[in-house]
């Protein structure tokens, strides 16, 4: 059976489009160009328009080639294969997990961490806080009214000064 799996993985990556770094750098310009553009919507993307857009003159030698099309107008592609990538982690961690108890992973885990927060599976300490990224705005349902006043006081300057 898994020689059966290998030859599906075989055909799936001939089928798959593998761009070059040139065209995954073209790819990203044009999308981060589109994105900003209310005028057209992603299905009346051709190569006139992606050219109108980039002025690349190698679009018209890549456009023709078997999947780039459909690659290069796949807005989601990122995603998808950040995806695969947490995917084939998650597989190859249990393995380790599994088989190497004893293993040092912390750059594994690193990289898994990162991948769960592209995939927006796993929370970042990045993300900004409430109420302008203070640690206390994580417990304004603990605080007392007086604290909660000269919370927003600090920070809003909207409530007028009371005497204790």
């Keep these: 059976m898994s020689g059966n ?28 160009r589109f994105n900003n553009n209310p005028i057209c919507t992603s299905e009346q993307i051709s190569l006139s328009v992606v050219d109108s857009i980039l002025g690349d003159s190698r679009l018209s030698r890549w456009w023709p080639q078997l999947g780039f099309k459909e690659w290069f107008t796949n807005r989601e592609e990122f995603l998808e294969r950040a ?24 750059a594994f885990v690193s990289a898994g961490k990162l991948l769960m927060e592209i995939n927006a599976k796993f929370p970042t300490r990045s993300l900004p806080t409430p109420l302008g990224g203070s ?13 909660l006043e000269k919370f927003v006081r600090e920070r809003v300057h909207l409530l007028p000064e009371t005497k204790s």
């Design 5 to 32: 799996l290998r030859n599906l993985e075989i055909l799936a990556s001939d089928i798959t489009y593998l761009p070059s770094p040139e065209q995954r750098k073209a790819k990203e310009a044009f999308w981060v």
């Design 83 to 106: 995806g695969y990538l947490l995917h084939r982690w998650m597989d190859r961690f249990e393995e380790l997990i599994l088989n190497k108890p004893d293993v040092q992973v912390s």
């Design 135 to 147: 640690r206390e705005a994580g417990r304004i349902d603990q605080m007392s009214r007086e604290e």
